[in-house]
């Protein structure tokens, strides 16, 4: 089945630093993949849409800025946080469908945990 | 009213027995449903699709009542390897390359000997 790899799938920062996290396909293109993120005992919340070519699309109460996002590839999708604050933590996992049905099955990446000092 | 709301759970059972989840979602436009399993610090992974038809994998059943808006998993003779906890999915808004999920807070089960 398709395959879409994540990586880091851990990291720990300093305050105020930036991190990048990269999802990709690896055996499909994906002109769509999205970006979750989970909080301890909470479900899976959508933040953004990642669009080749294009700019993202971010869930209401999301920092655009804070949170920025490229989809330079039709393989590869990049979340960067910026400015990184405890609060930050969180486990982040992006998916993305095959494309061959628009209801298809999404694949996920392996998440990244992610924790800010 | 959240758009997908489970069982709060945790379930604890036995081996061997039968267990059941139930989801409700609020969209009536939904499309797709599913059953995905996360297990602690991984990502969710599909476990079954959900058909209006009632869909049966081994021992696993889901069902879907589109008029109630609402969801259900059964797990027959439980083993202790379905220990995880599984998440009620619906599709969001499609766009014209996919489509976000959105998922239930999911419920916990543990199966113990």
């Known amino acids: 089945g398709a395959v879409v790899s994540q990586h880091p799938s851990w990291v720990i920062c300093k305050s105020g630093t930036s991190v990048k996290i990269e999802c990709r396909s690896l055996d499909f293109q994906a002109t769509t993949m999205f970006w979750y993120r989970q909080f301890p005992k909470q479900s899976l919340m959508l933040m953004a849409t990642s669009n080749e070519g294009s700019k993202a699309t971010y869930e209401q109460g999301v920092e655009k800025d804070k949170f920025l996002i490229n989809h330079a590839s039709l393989t590869l999708s990049t979340l960067t946080v910026t400015s990184a604050h405890p609060e930050d933590s969180s486990f982040y996992i992006c998916?993305?469908?095959?494309?061959?049905?628009?209801?298809?099955?999404?694949?996920f990446g392996q998440g990244t945990r992610l924790t800010v000092v | 009213r959240k758009e997908v709301e489970q069982d709060p759970g945790p379930f604890n059972v036995p081996e061997g027995a039968t267990v059941a989840f139930n989801c409700t979602y609020s969209n009536s436009a939904s499309q797709s449903f599913f059953w995905y399993r996360q297990d602690c610090r991984k990502e969710p992974k599909l476990l079954m699709s959900?058909?209006?038809s009632g869909n049966e994998d081994g021992r696993f059943t889901a069902q879907l009542n589109r008029a109630s808006q609402y969801i259900s998993l059964l797990i027959r003779d439980s083993k202790l390897s379905d220990s995880a906890t599984y998440l009620c999915?619906?599709?969001?808004?499609?766009?014209?390359?996919?489509?976000?999920?959105?998922f239930g807070k999911g419920t916990t089960l543990s199966v113990s000997s």
């Open positions: 998916s993305a469908n095959t494309g061959a049905l628009r209801f298809s099955e999404a694949f």
């Open positions: 959900v058909y209006s």
């Open positions: 999915v619906v599709n969001g808004t499609p766009n014209q390359a996919g489509t976000a999920l959105i």
